[in-house]
Structures are given as C-alpha cells and as structure tokens.
C-alpha cells in the first residue's frame, strides 16, 4: 500500500513539474527572447499602490493576485520556431487543452487554448501559439498560469506590453 502512494504522489509530482518547466527549454536559448513572471513577481506587483478611482488599474491589481507564471518565447529564427511548434503540440497532447480560437490573420497562425477552472469563465491555465510568417515572421509561444477570467487578460496584455497581446484582446472579447 505504501509503495502504491509514494508511486502515485511521484506521478503526479512529476506531472506538476512538467507542467511548470515544458516550455523551459526556450530560455536562454540563442535566437530566442524570453520573458518569464513568477508567482512572487506577480505578488509583489499586486502591492503596488494605486489610485482607487482608476477602475482599470485596480482590475490590473486584481488580475495579478490570481497569476502564478507567465511565460513567452519569442523568435524570428526557423529551428527554434519549429522547435517551439513541436513541443506545443507535444505538450497539447499529454496535457489536453480546449482551444479555444484560431485566427488566420495577415499571414499569422494564432491558436489560443485553455484549461477551464471552477466554472466556465475561470481559466487555470491559456497557452497562446503564433506562428509568423511574412516579413516580420514572429513566432511567439505564450503560457500564462493560474486562476483567472478570460475577460481580465486584455488588462495585462495592454499594460506588460506583451507580444501577442492583440490576439489575447481579441479572444477576451470574443
């Protein structure tokens, strides 16, 4: 019984991990910019002080109470690209993801999915794709965790400046 349970806790502990580092292997990668937020970033950013008669700023401070990791890859090399695409798909495969859109949009790819929370505008976890072509061909990977609603992330998508953040104002919208 006992060697059932430290094997069960093991699976599920390796689970969580991989869940947190799949993408991982992009950063620091060459031909790659990265930006990773941890939990205790998004805590101390929820400290900051704000006028309360601005009703987009506290929605700002609220989202970031709810946000665990945040994660985007960026590229405009092909390898790391195709790299990018193969370990999405990868991940989408053992860890089933609803999509939520896709856009076709002036030469770009986006795909959008979700992992649905207690109900069904909570979002636990919103992993976003683009895959660039044309002239700028910006391949962007995003991975964005926690226990939020769909319609909050316009507010940090606008304010972190983030690449993709067209696209995720367009799916908060919809």
Same mark, same amino acid.
């Given at each position: 019984m006992n060697?059932?349970?430290?094997?069960?806790? %093991?699976a599920l502990f390796s689970a969580t991990i991989f869940a947190q580092t799949a993408f991982d292997k992009f950063d620091g990668q060459?031909?790659?910019?990265?930006?990773?937020v941890?939990?205790?970033?998004?805590?101390?950013? $929820?400290?900051?002080?704000?006028?309360? $008669?601005?009703?987009?700023?506290?929605?700002?401070?609220?989202?970031l109470k709810k946000l665990d990791n945040l994660r985007v890859f960026t590229t405009t090399s092909a390898k790391p690209a195709s790299e990018m695409k193969a370990t999405m798909n990868s991940y989408l495969k053992s860890n089933p993801l609803d999509e939520l859109?896709? %856009?076709?949009d002036g030469g770009k790819a986006v795909k959008i999915y979700v992992k649905s929370g207690a109900n069904s505008n909570q979002v636990k976890e919103l992993l976003m794709f683009v895959e660039g072509s044309g002239s700028k061909n910006e391949t962007v990977l995003l991975s964005l965790t926690g226990n939020f609603d769909l319609d909050e992330i316009s507010a940090l998508t606008e304010k972190m400046k983030?690449?993709?953040?067209? $696209?995720l104002n367009k799916a908060s919208k919809k």
């Open positions: 060697k059932l349970f430290l094997t069960l806790v %093991i060459e031909n790659v910019t990265s930006v990773i941890n939990k205790k970033m998004f805590e101390l950013m $929820s400290k900051v002080k704000v006028d309360a $008669s601005d009703k987009e700023a506290q929605a700002y401070i609220s989202l859109m896709r %856009i076709n983030l690449p993709g953040g067209d $696209s």
